[in-house]
C-alpha cells in the first residue's frame, strides 16, 4: 500500500491526503492553528485509498481525512469546522449566538453547497464549448456561476474577509475553492474577488501550503 508519512512528528494529528485535492484546506486550516501534524500522502494513482488500511480511515476511499487522537474525520468541510471549534484561541470562528458566528454559517455552507457546484458546472460548460461536445444544463437546480460570483465580489468590494474585519475558516473554504476557480481563469471579471485572493495567497500559512 503506497501511503507514505513524514517521519517523527510529535503530534497526534494526522491528516491524509493527496496534492491537487480538497486535502489543501485541510492543511491550511492546521497551519493556520499552527499546530503540529503528521502528513500521510495517499497514492491515489497506485490505488492506497482502494486498500484495506486506508478503507478503515475513510470507508469511500477519499481524501482527505483527518485523524485526532481516536477521533477520524472526513470532508474537509467537517474538518474545518471542528478544528476552528477546538482551537478557539486561534479566532477562525467567531464566538457562537453573535451575528458574526451566523454569517460564518452562512459562509461555510455556501463553500459547498454553492460555491462549488456552481465551479464545476461552470468549467464543464467551458469544456464544452472547447471541444465542442454536448452540454446539459441543470437548470435552475445550481446557481450560475456568474451570480454566485457576483456575489461574492460585492460582499468583498465592503470588506476586507468574508465574516467583516476578520479572517476565518471560511475564508479559507471559500479561499481554496477560489484559487481552483482562477486555475482556470474564472474569475477575470471578479475583481473585488481576485484582490482578496491575492491578499489570502500572502499568508505565511498559505505560503506553507501551495504546493498542494
Known sequence: MEITKTPDLPSSICLYFFPGTRAARAMWMLEELNLPYELSLVDLHQGAHKHDEYLA??????????????????????????????????????????????????????????????IIEQSRRRKALETGTDYIDMGPVLTPFENTMAY??????????????????????????????????????????KNWLEQLKQRPAYQRIREH
Open 152 to 193: 461574492i465580489n460585492n460582499i468583498l468590494a465592503s470588506r476586507p474577509f468574508l465574516v467583516g474585519k476578520n479572517f476565518t475558516a471560511a475564508d479559507i473554504m471559500i479561499g481554496s475553492l477560489l484559487r481552483w476557480a482562477d486555475s482556470m481563469a474564472l474569475l477575470s471579471d471578479f475583481g473585488h474577488t
Open 57 to 118: 480511515i475513510h470507508p469511500l476511499g477519499k481524501v482527505p481525512a483527518l485523524k485526532i487522537g481516536d477521533i477520524i474525520l472526513f470532508e474537509s468541510l467537517a474538518i474545518c469546522l471542528y478544528l476552528a471549534d477546538n482551537y478557539p484561541k486561534s479566532a477562525l470562528a467567531p464566538e457562537i449566538a453573535t451575528p458574526d458566528r451566523a454569517e460564518y454559517y452562512k459562509w461555510m455552507a455556501f463553500s459547498t453547497g454553492t460555491l462549488e457546484p456552481a
